[in-house]
């Protein structure tokens, strides 16, 4: 647990204000149970994930892949040889070299979005809260990646052992996979380094991938150099809540970490507010320049934003969907 953070911690009065107002709202904010509108999702059938090279799956799917196969954009020609599939050869180019030639089109084929959601106890914090905002935002990007014919994998660590949704692919895997997010229960510590290395040891078809977490994990560098090991393309939701950006603290107060570790007494005035608010940036400006030099997208977000501003704008313009 990062000491110098205080947002890694909870303040004790603090999280009663937010369970009184987690209470007032609760019948008019998105539930666990009920992470999207019909009219949103209707908007979110008209993105499209993008990837930044061709991919190669098992099935067919929307995606231009290195191979070539049967589609409708030509790629090449190549010499006919036995065995080769004669309709496939061009008449007109016969005609003028008197030789056979097939057409080779570009095959189209599925890509594998990865979502990876951080379900750490210090996720289930915030007004709004970290996890819903986490499962809402997974929760889209699936959605968007299953409307284009893409295969899913979902992920959730932060438990004892890390929860794993069976692969979806088409519309048919909406409802489970809404279903798996919204069973998802906040976990305890996050051992990011550890989940990471063995993500990547064990996925099959690396594609873009979209991982939502606070980063509160002193091995959050080590987590992300493990999935640029299998050449993921990744973007970081780095998820915090209003709370933790602009805390309201003032005076003596216990702060007691959300993930068991030693309490803290401290008096809160203007300049210990001064002093975190200046190491919170400092944090987010070494995440943001670690990823930026590592081509990872780093997309620092905070659960006030409207998560239907986030999909249909805020992604659109970082090159992350159409």
Not at 3 to 30: F, I
Not at 52 to 70: C, I
Not at 102 to 112: G, H, I, N, P, S
Not at 205 to 223: F, K
């Amino acid at each position: 647990m990062s000491g110098w953070l205080l947002s890694s911690v909870l303040a004790t009065k603090v999280e009663a204000n937010l369970r009184q107002r987690r209470e007032a709202t609760m019948t008019s904010a998105p539930t666990a149970g009920r992470l999207f509108d019909p009219e949103f999702l209707a908007k979110l059938d008209r993105l499209a994930l993008i990837t930044k090279r061709a991919v190669a799956g098992e099935l067919q799917g929307e995606r231009r892949s290195p191979k070539r196969g049967p589609s409708v954009e030509f790629a090449d020609f190549k010499p006919y040889v036995a065995g080769d599939d004669f309709r496939q050869i061009d008449w007109n180019l016969y005609a003028r070299m008197e030789r056979f030639f097939l057409k080779l089109f570009v095959a189209e084929e599925e890509l594998t979005v990865h979502l990876l959601v951080d379900t750490s106890r210090s996720m289930d914090w915030g007004e709004p809260n970290k996890l819903l905002y986490a499962k809402r935002a997974a929760g889209a990007i699936g959605y968007i990646a299953l409307s284009n014919l893409d295969r899913i994998t979902l992920t959730a660590f932060g438990q004892e052992r890390e929860l794993k949704m069976p692969p979806q692919r088409s519309k048919r895997g909406v409802v489970p996979l809404f279903s798996f997010l919204s069973d998802i229960k906040p976990g305890a510590a996050t051992h990011f380094a550890a989940v990471c290395k063995r993500y990547a040891q064990a996925a099959r078809n690396p594609g873009p991938l979209l991982l939502c977490s606070d980063l509160m994990d002193e091995e959050w560098q080590a987590g992300l150099q493990a999935l640029l090991s299998r050449r993921f393309e990744i973007t970081v939701l780095h998820v915090l809540a209003p709370q933790e950006l602009e805390p309201e603290l003032e005076g003596d107060i216990r702060l007691v970490d959300a993930e068991g570790g030693p309490h803290v007494d401290l008096t809160a005035d203007l300049d210990l507010l001064q002093r975190y608010q200046r190491s919170l940036e400092s944090w987010r400006e070494e995440v943001g320049e670690y990823c930026a030099a590592r081509g990872i997208s780093y997309i620092p977000i905070d659960t006030g934003y409207p998560i239907e501003e986030l999909l249909l704008n805020l992604l659109r313009r970082r090159n992350i969907v159409r």
